[in-house]
Structure formats: structure tokens, C-alpha cells
């Protein structure tokens, strides 16, 4: 019997989001034959697995998070075959694929919703959503004051065709996302079988949307008086989120993955600030991996990032499970971005790769962010797409900026996302030709050929990806480490040249930097360099 490889524990997880990757059938979205087209990119970028944004039968209300048949393909995106073949090709190079299961809420198109919409109150039908009477004179007021993550409340109140009110659904996110009730069986033996249809296909895990969520306080208390409604609050005691029941949940679909060959992944969305809350759901019985937003969401500065560094080291450890690190994903504002933007913000971002790429532990890279793409921040009123925008009444813009379809080529819009003359789902700024694939492919210094380099390097050397780390001392603005055997990781954040005590070979290197001399290295601003030697 082949030992366990526990494959997601170093793995290089690059997460495409179906509707931007690329467009096959020329009608402005990105569905599974495009994806399937670009997989050879994928594996010479060196990536070892893929992690797909749903593509189930959806009214798109949430891009896709609102999903109305969780065992289909939208049409939109292709057909169930296209999916297989997909799953097929990517294993044919090596590449394995995780796909998202949204068990939070569905769609309010989805057959469940529909019935009880069309049910009466105390119908069982009612009983795998949350329905509940409305507060104060005929129930005219929601059932608590929870407000909706996309802004305005959490709850909506039904009206029987003739206009008579009745009772309130709650929804975390947007109206057409009821949240299900998971203390009902049936929403139980649902997702154990949707779980089980997938793996019976072939995927090799799941990404868990709002993994914190699901279970609610059965009170439904009120949030305290100005409490933040968002997914990263800075607190542990929201009635709705990080409730203790959620780990049941996990142990039963860490039973079911574990009862399929192959070594299938879960890995959490949670949105939980403490580390060692994030850790509970690595424990051994439950999941595999939890996102690392704690990282994902450290300022550029380096005593923050050694303290979450060392921080999610020491929690994940404990209960025997390696670190993620991100720098960006579909929900956040491009790394590029929040760095600075421009030319500082692109020498950041590369830094700042070269140093998760270094760290112990698994990565997830967004797509597009191998060709150092800023957030779009001019799209056009008219275009925005985000239920943000509209719910937050036109004040916050949405994600719709770290959305944009990716370029595969220079030339003319859509740069290859589609056929040329296709219209995008969201416009393509005019200069990201320049940023292609193909105009960066086997450009010395490109951002594209630095994630292809390290990334082949992480693969290459023993002492990359899991393992330990040993800090080294480092003037101030430095982090500077050793993954053994041999390889030392320099990252200069502040805004001076730094001269690091430092010898060996320089493997890769965000920026220009010149081989140590003299046992020393004079690192610019802003830079990163693996060393070896």
C-alpha cells in the first residue's frame, strides 16, 4: 500500500474563477471548455492543483454562490460532460481539481426555496430554511436586528401573491441567498449526498464557502449595538458565525472524504480572526486546510507579518496541520493594489510572493495574479455586477475590480479571453495587453517568468513547502529566515537598501540584486531573494 502524501500540505493551489478565466463559445463568459484549453499554461506555470469558483446551476444573483442545483452545470458554463473532460485533462497533467460547495445558503431559485415559498407557515417544507414570525405589531419588524454581509438587513419578509404579508427568511448575504437550517436532517443527508456525487466523479476536494457559518445560536439573539456585520469582525461571538456545532458537520464529511481513495481535500473558508479559533478546524477528525486571512490581510509591514507568520505556524502545528498563505483572492481587492499600486505596488507584490512562496506550508494563488494584474478601479457604473453595489445603496463598488476577465494575448480587447470581437461580462482595461500571458512568456524579469521560476524551484528543492523555519538575525525592516537544508529567504520591507550578513548562490530574486560579496548582501527596498549555499 502507497503511503499517505497528504499532497495539500506543500501544494501550489491556483484558484480560477470559472466566469473570467476564459471564454470558449465567444458569449463573454468563461466556462469549463476554456478552462480546459489553458490547462497546459497552468501546468508549465507549475501549479499543482486547480480550485474552481462554482459553476452549478445559478441565477448568478452572487456570481455563481447562489446556487440553484447543486449537481448541474449552469449552461452557461457547459454541460456535465465538459466537466468530466475537464477533470480528465487536468489529471492527465498532473493537476489535481477542487471545486466549491456552498452549504450555507442557496439560491431562492433553488426547488427547496420555491416549495417553501409556496407553502404556509409550520409546512415542513419550511423547515430547511429559516422562517421565522416577525416582532411587534403583525410582525411588521424582522426577527432580530442581524444585518446582510452585502449591507441592509439579514432578513426579507414574504408576501402571498395578493400582497398579504407573512413571515421572514433570513439571509447572511443577499435576499436571493436563504440561509439553510442545519439543525433539520434532511439539509444534512443533502450535502452528504452532493458531496459524495462530486467525489464520485473524481474531484479531489472541496472548497467549504463560509465554512464558519451554517449553524446559528437556536436564541437568533440580537448583535450588539454597532457590531460589524462583516465576515472578518475581529470578534468570535456573532451569533451566526464560529458556532460550535459547525465542527460536527466536519467530522462527518471528513469521514465521507476520507472513505474515497485518492487522498481528497477539504479546505475551510473561514472567515475567523484568532488563529487558534481557525486551528479547531484542522483538527485531526475535520478538515485539512483553512484559508489564512489573518495573512492575507497583514499591512506591508514586517514585525505584523512575522507575528502572523509565527502565530499561524504555532496554532496550525498544534493540532498537526500546515499553514495556507494567500495574497489574493476572488472576494479582496488584487494585491497589487493594496500594496501601494503602480510601480510600487507591482515591487511589493512580487516581494511579497517570493516570501509566501517560501514560507512552510501550502499557497493558493488568484488567477491573473502570475501576471502582476492590478484591481481595476475606473469600471463603469452600468457594469458593476456586485450585489454590493446595489444593496450598499451605490457607495461600495464590490468585487467586481479583482474580477476582470484575465488577457491571454496582446493585441485588442478581450486579449484572447474570448474570440476576437467577443464582448466580456466585464470590460477589459485597454493597456492589459502588455500584461498578457503572451507578452510576458519567456520575458526575463516578467512577473509571469518569477512565479514560474520560484515555482519550479518550490517543487524542486527539499527544503520549500512543508517543513520547518529558523529566523535569522536581520536589521530592522528585514525578515529574514532559513528553510533547511540550505535555502535562506531575504525580504527587505522597508525603503532603503539593506546589507543582510548573507553568502551563497542566488536562486530567484523579485528585483534586480546583485550576488552576495564578502559574506554580505546589499538588498534594495522593497526586494526578496532566495539564496542556496
Known amino acids: 500500500m502507497e503511503p499517505q502524501s497528504r499532497w495539500w500540505r506543500e501544494a501550489a493551489i491556483y484558484q480560477i ?11 463573454g463568459e468563461g466556462d469549463l471548455t476554456g478552462i480546459r ?18 459553476f452549478y446551476v445559478s441565477p448568478l444573483a452572487d456570481g455563481g454562490y447562489d446556487v440553484a442545483d447543486y449537481r448541474d452545470v449552469d449552461p452557461r458554463f457547459g454541460t456535465l460532460e465538459d466537466f468530466d473532460a475537464l477533470l480528465g485533462a487536468a489529471h492527465d497533467l498532473g493537476i489535481r481539481l477542487i471545486i466549491d460547495v456552498v452549504p450555507n445558503h442557496s439560491s431562492s431559485a433553488h426547488a427547496w426555496f420555491r416549495e417553501a415559498v409556496a407553502a404556509e407557515p409550520g409546512d415542513p417544507a419550511r423547515s430547511r430554511y429559516i422562517f421565522r414570525d416577525g416582532k411587534g405589531p403583525d410582525g411588521e419588524q424582522p426577527p432580530n436586528n442581524w444585518k446582510s454581509i452585502f449591507g441592509g438587513p439579514a432578513w426579507t419578509r414574504l408576501k402571498r401573491p395578493d400582497g398579504t404579508p407573512e413571515q421572514w427568511y433570513l439571509h447572511l448575504f443577499d435576499p436571493e441567498q436563504p440561509d439553510f437550517d442545519w439543525t433539520h436532517q ?30 446559528k445560536d437556536p436564541g437568533l439573539p440580537d448583535i450588539a449595538e454597532g457590531a460589524k456585520a462583516d465576515l472578518l469582525d475581529g470578534s468570535t461571538t456573532l ?65 505584523r507579518l512575522r507575528e502572523v507568520i509565527d502565530g499561524s505556524l504555532a496554532a496550525n502545528g498544534a493540532v498537526g496541520a500546515t499553514t495556507t498563505w494567500v495574497l489574493s483572492n476572488h472576494d479582496v481587492t488584487r494585491h497589487v493594489t493594496r500594496f501601494g499600486g503602480g510601480e510600487q505596488g ?74 476576437e470581437g467577443s464582448t466580456p461580462w466585464l470590460p477589459v482595461p485597454e493597456g492589459w495587453g502588455a500584461l498578457s500571458r503572451a507578452s510576458q512568456r519567456g520575458v526575463e524579469g516578467s512577473t509571469l517568468e518569477l512565479y514560474t521560476r520560484a515555482l519550479g524551484l518550490r517543487r524542486e528543492l527539499d527544503a520549500l ?69
Open 37 to 54: 484549453e489553458r490547462l497546459p499554461h497552468l501546468a508549465e506555470l507549475g501549479v499543482d492543483a486547480i480550485w474552481l469558483t462554482p
Open 465 to 533: 513547502g512543508d517543513g520547518a523555519m529558523t529566523w535569522l538575525d536581520a536589521p530592522e525592516g528585514v525578515l529574514y529566515f532559513e528553510r533547511e537544508p540550505g535555502v535562506r529567504v531575504a525580504v527587505n520591507l522597508g525603503g532603503e537598501t539593506a546589507r543582510i550578513a548573507a553568502s551563497g548562490e542566488v536562486l530567484v530574486s523579485s528585483g534586480p540584486v546583485d550576488a552576495p560579496a564578502d559574506g554580505s548582501l546589499a538588498l534594495p527596498a522593497e526586494t526578496a531573494v532566495w539564496l542556496r549555499g
Open 186 to 215: 434532511e439539509v444534512h443527508d443533502e450535502f452528504d449526498d452532493v458531496l459524495r456525487f462530486w467525489l464520485d466523479r473524481g474531484v479531489d476536494g472541496f472548497r467549504i464557502d463560509v465554512a464558519h457559518g451554517m449553524v
Open 239 to 303: 451569533p451566526y458565525f464560529d458556532q460550535d456545532g459547525v465542527h460536527d458537520i466536519y467530522r462527518r464529511w471528513s469521514a465521507i472524504a476520507a472513505s474515497y481513495p485518492g487522498e481528497r481535500a477539504l479546505v475551510a473558508e473561514a472567515w475567523v480572526e484568532d488563529a487558534n479559533r481557525v486551528a479547531r478546524y484542522l483538527r485531526p477528525d475535520e478538515l485539512h486546510q483553512a484559508f489564512n486571512f489573518e495573512y492575507l490581510t497583514a499591512p506591508w509591514d514586517p514585525s
Open 346 to 419: 507591482l515591487r511589493r507584490a512580487r516581494a511579497a510572493t517570493l516570501l509566501m512562496l517560501a514560507l512552510p506550508g501550502s499557497v493558493y494563488l488568484y488567477q491573473g495574479e502570475e501576471l502582476g494584474l492590478p484591481e481595476v478601479t475606473d469600471l463603469p457604473d452600468d457594469a458593476l455586477q456586485d450585489p454590493t453595489w446595489e444593496r450598499s445603496g451605490r457607495t461600495e463598488r464590490g468585487r467586481d475590480g479583482c474580477r476582470v476577465p484575465l488577457p491571454w494575448e496582446d493585441g485588442s480587447a478581450p486579449f484572447g479571453f474570448g474570440p
Open 17 to 27: 474563477y470559472v466566469r473570467s478565466f476564459a471564454d470558449s463559445n465567444g458569449d
